[in-house]
């Protein structure tokens, strides 16, 4: 999708982003490029406001694995690993046969699976389901539009939250004798529909 000046209008982009993109796309740039240049400058806001607008893209970016500082895809991403220091963002799923680490947060508008690990400095946000076959860690919170699942335990800084009538899944691959010690789920508050493992409220 080619993103012009006049769609920004019309989609009332704030003075500064327009602007923004004006001094890098002056004749107008193709979406992923603007999302490149947006993870090239650490312009997480403008990146989830432009894929938000322009909505997702049926494209698959596949690799080995993803590092660097942020990394921004308008459509699906699958991975063996990723490993990122900033934030890591998707118009649609996040996919990796192994682990996904983000310094900042992850976001995706479809689910985010790992075969591995899921951890974020700050948030990890879904529109559909979160699963790992190992543990699931955030600085913040943790936020699925459908279920959440674990293989190990879930642990956030401020709160869980499964989407409405979802369950939370926590020590899936654990035995249920070691859920208070490879099995917990932590949180400020107590999930709605926890499901399975061992709560532990954070002080």
Same mark, same amino acid.
């Given at each position: ?23 890098? &796309?002056?004749?107008?740039? @193709? ?30 970016? @596949? ?7 942020? &990394? &921004? ?43 591995? %690990? ?8 879904? %529109?559909?389901?979160?699963? *790992? ?5 955030? %600085? ?12 190990? %335990? ?7 939250? *499964? ?36 709560? @532990? @409220?954070?002080?």
């Amino acid at each position: 999708m080619q993103i012009t000046k006049e769609m920004l209008k019309e989609w009332n982009a704030c003075s500064s982003g327009y602007e923004w993109f004006l001094n890098h &796309f002056p004749e107008g740039g @193709e979406l992923q490029d603007v999302l490149s240049k947006c993870a090239d400058e650490s312009e997480i806001g403008y990146a989830q406001w432009l894929i938000k607008k322009a909505g997702p893209v049926d494209a698959v970016y @596949e690799a080995d694995e993803i590092t660097g500082k942020h &990394f &921004f895809f308008a459509g699906r991403i699958s991975c063996k690993s990723i490993a990122i220091e900033g934030f890591l963002l998707a118009g649609e799923g996040i996919e990796a046969g192994c682990g996904i680490e983000a310094g900042w947060g992850i976001e995706a508008g479809s689910s985010i699976e790992a075969g591995w %690990g899921i951890e974020a400095g700050s948030s990890i946000k879904a %529109g559909e389901g979160i699963e *790992a076959g190992s543990s699931i860690e955030a %600085g913040s919170s943790i936020k699925a539009g459908e279920g959440i699942e674990a293989g190990r %335990g879930i642990k956030a800084g401020s709160s869980i939250e *499964a989407g409405d009538d979802y369950g939370v899944f926590a020590a899936l691959r654990i035995k249920i004798s070691q859920w208070s010690t490879y099995g917990k789920v932590s949180a400020k508050t107590k999930p709605q529909n926890l499901i399975s493992g061992f709560f @532990e @409220e954070l002080k």
